[in-house]
């Protein structure tokens, strides 16, 4: 048996606010829309991970989501531009990312992050 992808569900009543956050800002391709449910992902080959924490480094809450990008400027700046508000960073952090939380319309922290 292989695992062949990890789909993180998040319980909300109000859908089409993931299309704004995921993407609008983030650039996220709508995969498949039920209308009870909607999944953003991309095209590009992805690695399954999930990871389990005890906190999420240099002193933060663990995220709910950590979500890697290819110009974490350029996602910040996305985010600022569509009034999310920024909870931590961005900031270079000593494991080797450059990373900042925001808080998607669900209330729940997400990492962003790229590798240096």
Do not use: C
Not at 5 to 21: C, M, Q
Not at 49 to 65: K, N, R, V
Request: hydrophobic content about 45%; proline content about 4%; charged content about 25%.
């Amino acid at each position: 048996m292989k695992v062949k992808r990890i789909i993180a569900n998040i319980d909300t009543r109000d859908i089409a606010a993931a299309r704004r956050f995921y993407h609008d800002v983030l650039g996220l391709d709508l995969l498949m829309d039920h209308g009870w449910i909607a999944t953003y992902g991309s095209g590009e080959t992805m690695s399954v991970q999930i990871s389990f924490a005890e906190q999420g480094g240099s002193g933060t809450p663990t995220p709910d989501l950590s979500i890697e990008v290819d110009d974490v400027e350029a996602a910040l700046a996305g985010m600022k531009k569509a009034g999310f508000a920024i909870e931590y960073g961005p900031a270079d952090e000593p494991w080797g990312v450059r990373r900042f939380f925001v808080r998607d319309p669900f209330g729940k922290l997400v990492n962003i992050l790229a590798h240096r």
